[in-house]
């Protein structure tokens, strides 16, 4: 095992220990307990898959700020000179793994509350989604991070300023300008989700990967 | 190898005051540096820097060895792991054996705190883990704040001898040390940050110094506002000083 993922390890048993793993899982299944009132009728397969994703951003973002913050600031440093800038992508992936259960858990009850059985390529489509909803909330999380913004009522306004902005830029159309959540539901309602998947999925990682970048760049004066 | 502290400046925001202004430093392998000076002038910030943690505003920290050992002033005690648990996730961040755990909680006297839940800890013992850490990989450069504070006896009087080991096979030492404990450590360099200046002081002479050289009476007149400041200063540089609220002007006329 590398030094970086002995340290992710390390992050998600502290994370998994303490109290912050609880708040995004519990929402998480107050958000399931909603969406799956009643059964998903056949047919609607792929344009639940893409609300499901869609809804958990904000979630997955908490989640994802709540594992980086749980380590004490000292701590961090302590990382730091034992990994030096390998520290952050450790905190990355923690993050990152962290996200894919709680995900994972959102795709099973959304595939248990299913009343026909999806094609294989619509499951499929399904975990992608997830992953792009994953990648998303990764960005958002570590940029509300402490480090990065160290008051809580600033990130966490940021944080659903973020999602917020999200919601509405994609809702007016402008898929190259965020991640283009509204356009997974709108393209899956209209089934036209799965012709056009490579495009949707270039939109939805490229402001990650600015978001990401950023991240690393600010944390560079913000250890 | 040597490692340089080149021009150095540093300040934690573009509009914050300068903490550190051209600071330069040569430590050379087996160096033993004591950071001194008054409380909030920057010693850890500087120490932050030496390990790596904070990135120079101006300048650079150049040929820092590899493997860095970091012991922060106040161990991080709030974390979900018992002791062991603690050490032995940092081993394998630091890819060491787990072993060195058992070689280092011997050596800080900590054996018994192995079970302990690091939120229990009493301030001392939560401290000797953040020591043990830093230790477990053999660091090429060990950045202590303030290592001594809070330890028992036993413990102050092993540190030192650590120190010593890490010295004699070319790794580089840097602590800030209030109590004083490392004040005699042979061949110790002393540096004080001042006014944002980093200066570095006479080593101390262990044989002057044990000798007690008669104490003399010193008076100085100084502004009331200004008075303070030259005591700390004094009282910095060894100095025993009482402030009488004389005021006589025809002194210092």
Redesign the interface.
């Known amino acids: 095992?590398t030094?970086m993922m002995?340290?992710a390890?390390?992050r998600l048993?502290?994370y998994a220990?303490?109290h912050r793993a609880l708040q995004p899982l519990i929402a998480l299944l107050a958000l399931l307990a909603v969406l799956y009132a009643g059964s998903i009728p056949a047919g609607q397969e792929i344009a639940a898959t893409a609300d499901s994703a869609a809804m958990l951003v904000p979630v997955l973002a908490w989640a994802a700020r709540g594992l980086l913050d749980t380590?004490?600031?000292?701590?961090r440093?302590?990382?730091?000179?034992?990994?030096?800038p390998k520290e952050l992508a450790g905190g990355l992936v923690a993050a990152f793994a962290s996200l894919l259960v709680l995900a994972a858990i959102g795709e099973g009850a959304l595939l248990l509350r299913l009343a026909g059985s999806p094609t294989l390529t619509v499951l499929l489509a399904g975990v992608w989604l997830h992953l792009l909803s994953a990648t998303a909330g990764l960005a958002l999380g570590a940029l509300t991070s402490r480090p990065i913004l160290p008051s809580p009522a600033v990130s966490t306004i940021a944080l659903i300023l973020g999602y917020l902005s999200m919601l509405v830029l994609s809702m007016a159309g402008a898929r190259w300008l965020t991640v283009p959540v509204m356009g997974w539901m709108r393209d899956a309602h209209h089934g036209v989700l799965l012709s056009g998947l490579p495009l949707i999925t270039v939109q939805s990682l490229l402001w990650p990967a600015i978001g990401l970048a950023a991240y690393t760049w600010l944390r560079?004066?913000r250890? | 190898m040597t490692m340089r502290i080149a021009s150095l400046s540093f300040r934690y925001g573009r509009r914050a005051p300068w903490i550190l202004s051209d600071a330069g430093l040569v430590l050379d392998a087996g160096d033993v540096v004591e950071v001194t000076g008054p409380n909030g002038t920057g010693k850890s910030t500087l120490l932050r820097l030496v390990a790596g943690l904070l990135r120079p505003t101006r300048g650079s920290v150049e040929d820092r060895p590899r493997i860095v050992g970091y012991a922060p002033e106040r161990f991080p005690s709030d974390q979900p792991f018992t002791v062991a648990a603690y050490l032995r996730h940092m081993a394998a961040v630091r890819r060491v054996s787990t072993e060195s755990i058992g070689r280092w909680s011997e050596r800080l006297g900590m054996d018994h705190l192995l079970g302990q839940r690091l939120p229990d800890l009493s301030k001392g013992s939560a401290h000797k883990v953040g020591l043990a850490q830093a230790l477990l990989a053999e660091p090429g450069l060990l950045v202590l704040d303030e290592p001594f504070a809070g330890l028992d006896a036993a413990t102050r009087a092993e540190l030192p001898r650590i120190i010593g080991e890490i010295s004699a096979r070319g790794g580089i030492v840097v602590a800030s040390d209030h109590q004083g404990d490392l004040r005699y450590f042979p061949g110790l360099r002393r540096c004080e940050v001042r006014d944002r200046a980093l200066r570095e002081l006479d080593p101390v002479d262990p044989i002057e110094d044990a000798a007690e050289p008669a104490l003399t009476v010193l008076e100085v007149a100084v502004a009331a506002s200004k008075a303070q400041d030259l005591a700390d200063r004094l009282r910095a540089e060894g100095c025993t000083v009482n402030i009488t609220a004389r005021a006589t002007r025809e002194v210092a006329g």
């Not at chain 1, 380590?71 to 701590?75: A, H, N, R, S, V």
């Not at chain 1, 440093?77 to 030096?84: E, K």
Request: net charge negative; glycine share 8%; charged share 20%.
């Open positions: 095992m030094a002995a340290l390890r390390f048993a502290g220990a303490s380590e004490p600031d000292e701590q440093s302590v990382a730091i000179s034992a990994l030096g560079r004066t250890p």
